[in-house]
């Protein structure tokens, strides 16, 4: 399969450290896998992602979602030409979550020039499904400075 990314020279570590004084790094989000038509990343369930009976807030799930789906859009982009920015979410919550990390990973459902649509799917430790969700992402030409 021919990768769908803009440019094969993109590493985890390059990503993660692109976000960095993010909302995804105070959540503890990491990038854990690119593929040539997925991206992976990973978050982890404690006090910061919890709501108060202990179970994985669903804002946290749709964050992690939002996230992938729209890092993987950047990745799709000619960043020198376009930016991209989160259109529409939502997510449905099937599984509560009380400890370890959740593992998200999305693929393109659509690849259009002025649209993405991702479909993210978040599971457990244990594979089982916790949220799916739905990302459209625009895309936007780069505004000129000056």
Known sequence: MKPIWFS???SLDQ???NGRNTMGAWLGMEFTEIG????RAMMPVDHRTVQPYG???GGASAAL???VGSVASALIIDTE???CVGLEINANHVRGVREGY???IARPLHIGSGTHVWDI????DHHKLVCVSRLTVAILAKRKEG
Do not use: S
């Open 121 to 124: 799917r978040i599971t457990d």
């Open 102 to 104: 959740v593992h998200a």
């Open 8 to 10: 094969l020279d993109i």
């Open 81 to 83: 030409k376009q930016i």
């Open 55 to 57: 179970l994985l807030h």
């Open 15 to 17: 990503l993660n450290e």
């Open 36 to 39: 040539p038509d997925y991206l």
């Open 65 to 67: 979602a939002e996230t």
